[in-house]
């Protein structure tokens, strides 16, 4: 059976490294940039060599920055006293997108997850000990998530950052916005319960 | 709001280009690859400019080749003067991969489609007559699929290559294997009926 040529299988299997693609989307991926024209495939390898070179973290929050400072720490309008510690960069702008946080944010980097190998040690708390320690923050909003791994990481930074005076808080949980009782899950339900607002 | 850093914006707006790719999964791919370490980024930068160098259509039937001649072209075991004309170079591979023909390939380019401009001055057929012309096959079996672009492109073709003495042929139309009638809308149906073979 013929095959493509070493090029494009090479290609073919790059392109299958990334999550969700399999080897059909991978294909059809790589048939039309193969097939295109107007300088698409030379933008991605330009721009996938510049993401490679100038994007690094911010070296105060560890957001994405092609300066040495991100843009939002860079922002004179943020709250510098209010902070939001989220697991990766990708949080920050799903945070940013809801438009309800003026302060500055925290990326920790990764959760604990003892199933991946993740204990304790792993997580960088020393830098974010540090920061504190330099800017003293009024209060850090924990925002890992509600995953196993999300909970017991706030649980554990909980008990770590209540020492260094600032106010530490968490994400509301319960019911998402704009659905009924019938699109939410039982333990879902007892934290909405749990945590219910008089009115 | 906040956004990423202009790099890693640009890598999103590239990646949108792609066929199936939406705001979403160019998120996911753009992140992943700026969290890797293992050198996928530069690996596909490198491997897109190369496909945009190195591959091009095989002198003789138009597939992907990186030498003069594609890989199909240079296989001595195959029938030379069976051909089958395909509309794109992934058809070629996909007819391969049923391993059920042993002859070699005519990539036509493109399929008669006036809806899109694409009218019957549009199709290369000078290319095919002279190939034609100079190789003699014995056979030219059309697989250009059985959608109103497909069927109208084999009709206008084998109007053309009937004066050429090649025998010219065309895919069965029918029921697709592996599935009960349920399956089959009516337009195919009334092919499998008109195409019916004995037993």
Same mark, same amino acid.
């Given at each position: 059976?013929?095959?493509y040529?070493?090029t494009?299988?090479?290609?073919?299997?790059?392109?299958r490294?990334?999550p969700? /693609? #399999?080897?059909?989307?991978?294909?059809?991926?790589?048939?039309?940039? !193969?097939?295109?024209?107007? #300088?698409?495939?030379?933008?991605?390898?330009?721009? !996938?060599?510049?993401?490679g070179? &100038?994007? =690094? %973290?911010?070296? &105060?929050?560890?957001f $994405?920055? @092609?300066?040495?400072?991100? @843009? !939002?720490?860079?922002? %004179?309008?943020?709250?510098?006293l209010?902070?939001c510690?989220v697991?990766?960069? *990708?949080?920050v702008?799903? /945070?940013?997108?809801?438009?309800?946080? &003026?302060?500055i $944010? =925290?990326?920790?980097?990764?959760?604990?997850?003892?199933?991946? #190998?993740? #204990?304790?040690? @792993? /997580?960088?708390t020393g830098?974010?000990?540090?920061? /504190?320690?330099?800017? =003293?923050?009024?209060?850090?909003?924990?925002?890992l *998530?509600?995953?196993?791994e999300g909970?017991?990481t706030?649980l $554990?930074? *909980?008990?770590?950052?209540k020492?260094?005076?600032?106010?530490?808080s968490?994400?509301a949980? *319960?019911?998402?916005?704009g659905g009924g009782?019938?699109?939410?899950?039982?333990?879902?339900?007892s $934290?909405?319960?749990?945590?219910? &607002?008089?009115?």
């Amino acid at each position: 059976m013929a095959d493509y040529p070493p090029t494009v299988r090479e290609l073919l299997a790059a392109m299958r490294e990334l999550p969700s /693609i #399999g080897p059909r989307s991978a294909e059809r991926l790589v048939l039309f940039l !193969l097939e295109e024209t107007k #300088g698409t495939k030379e933008r991605l390898a330009r721009l !996938l060599q510049a993401a490679g070179t &100038r994007v =690094h %973290p911010c070296t &105060r929050c560890g957001f $994405y920055a @092609e300066e040495e400072l991100c @843009e !939002l720490c860079r922002d %004179p309008v943020r709250d510098p006293l209010l902070w939001c510690v989220v697991a990766s960069p *990708g949080d920050v702008l799903r /945070i940013e997108r809801a438009s309800a946080f &003026r302060g500055i $944010y =925290h990326v920790l980097g990764r959760k604990l997850s003892p199933l991946d #190998g993740v #204990g304790p040690e @792993e /997580i960088p708390t020393g830098l974010l000990l540090a920061r /504190i320690e330099r800017e =003293h923050p009024r209060e850090i909003i924990l925002a890992l *998530g509600t995953d196993a791994e999300g909970e017991a990481t706030a649980l $554990y930074l *909980g008990q770590i950052l209540k020492k260094t005076g600032s106010r530490i808080s968490s994400l509301a949980t *319960g019911l998402p916005a704009g659905g009924g009782l019938e699109f939410a899950d039982s333990v879902t339900l007892s $934290y909405a319960l749990a945590g219910r &607002r008089e009115l």
